[in-house]
């Protein structure tokens, strides 16, 4: 058994440690500085982030947040309809019904396991005003033709970039598409620190300002005495700022990383009988998950349990889609419109371990573990 290789399920601990020496001495610059919550690092990182991606960038104290702000600014009143695909994580839709609106549930579409652009077509009603496209996985939404159908409708999009910060498509980065793009960083995220922290890009200044006031709470840009609207304590710690720039030196590196990984699982498993996503054309993933769909939530869990057995733990995609969630099946207003294909999904999605920290032999692992699960029947009928 001498070259059994256990892999760990997540990388975090990794990075932490590659990291651990400079957060150590950033630590202690932060405590001396005597600046605790959006100083001189916060605003920094903001100016960083905006000639980055291109766009105004306001740092907030989760991804949650930064998705809550953004639907404010986008004009999301209360009893309004937000369109939000029933594959992701809460984080999405609690967002919607923080700030009082409805989410709709919609299908997602069976290639790509984002949001079915027919299905959100279809649920477009009289209250909805704003429609979440979630980069799933790192996998982008089809935004070019999202963009012409929330135009024709005079909805706004916010993208939900949580698992795709650096991904592209047609060139154009994930999070500034959209009227609002929002970021997670939180350290199981591609980019994150040690406590949760996120961002949003605006497509135009005045949005930015908006979103400035909204985290602080409700305060008018410049004036700390006037609480002109209703807003959030949602601002981004020096610490956290101080991290976050520190990885972003590394943001690109470890996405290739993931990419070569991900290109690697594709070669090998070319010959197993489950689906992956689809890409989508001119899209650069940022592969937060590698996500396989099997046959059954019965061959799932035998797969699962013969990896495990065989070193490698892997993580159930999705037991339950978000509108099955008890907070929502038991009453949270939200309106539920087809599932079908989301449905079927349920039970039978596995992410392997995809992050940056694997080493070529426990990427091997992996591959040869995978084949070595599928000798056999998953499922005896
Ligand atoms: C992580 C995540 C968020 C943000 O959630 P936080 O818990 O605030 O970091 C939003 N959407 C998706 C899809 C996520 O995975």
């Known amino acids: 058994m001498s070259d ?3 892999v760990s399920e997540s990388g975090t601990h990794r990075r932490l440690d590659f990291l651990k ?10 405590i001396n500085s005597g600046e605790y919550i959006s100083g001189t690092r916060v605003v920094a990182l903001e100016k960083y982030l905006s000639s980055r991606w291109g766009r105004d960038s306001v740092t907030t104290n989760s991804g949650n947040s930064a998705l809550q702000l953004a639907l404010l600014a986008a004009g999301v009143k209360p009893g309004d309809e937000v369109i939000v695909p029933a594959l992701t994580y809460m984080s999405t839709a609690y967002a ?3 700030v009082g609106a409805i989410p709709c549930f919609v299908d997602i579409d069976p290639r790509t396991f984002t949001i079915d652009l027919q299905a959100v077509r279809n649920a477009i009603q009289e209250k909805t005003v704003a429609i979440i496209a979630v980069h799933l996985y ?4 089809e935004m070019q033709p999202l963009m012409e159908l929330a135009a024709e409708s005079g909805l706004k999009v916010i993208e939900d970039v949580a698992h795709a910060q650096g991904a592209k498509y047609k060139n154009n980065y994930a999070g500034c598409i959209g009227d609002f793009g929002c970021f997670a960083m939180c350290l199981g995220k591609n980019l994150g620190g040690l406590e949760d922290g996120g961002f949003v890009t605006a497509s135009t200044s005045e949005d930015a300002l908006q979103l400035q006031s909204l985290r602080d709470p409700g305060k008018i840009p410049l004036n700390k005495y006037i609480h002109q609207e209703f807003g959030f304590r949602a601002k981004m710690g020096e610490f956290t700022a101080a991290i976050i720039s520190l990885e972003l030196e590394f943001l690109e590196d470890w996405n290739r990383r993931r990419q070569e990984i991900a290109a690697r699982y594709n070669a090998a498993f070319a010959s197993l009988p489950f689906q992956t996503p689809t890409a989508i054309d001119e899209c650069d993933r940022t592969f937060y998950k590698y996500v396989i769909l099997v046959d059954s939530p019965q061959e799932r869990l035998a797969l699962e349990n013969r990896l495990e057995g065989l070193g490698i733990p892997t993580e159930n995609g999705c037991s339950r889609l978000i509108p099955e969630e008890p ?3 038991l009453g949270l207003p939200c309106r ?3 599932l079908d294909v989301a449905k079927s999904l349920v039970g039978r999605l596995l992410n392997l371990p995809i992050y940056p920290e694997l080493d070529d032999r426990e990427v091997d692992a992996v591959i040869t573990a995978m084949h070595q699960a599928y000798k056999k029947a998953l499922v005896v009928n």
Not at 21 to 30: A, E
Not at 138 to 141: A, K, R
Request: net charge positive; glycine share 4%; hydrophobic share 50%.
């Open 327 to 329: 907070v929502y099946a």
């Open 336 to 338: 539920v419109d087809r």
């Open 96 to 98: 919607v019904s923080a």
């Open 21 to 30: 020496s400079k957060i150590l001495s950033l630590t202690s610059d932060v």
């Open 138 to 141: 790192g996998q982008m939404v």
């Open 4 to 6: 059994f290789v256990r």
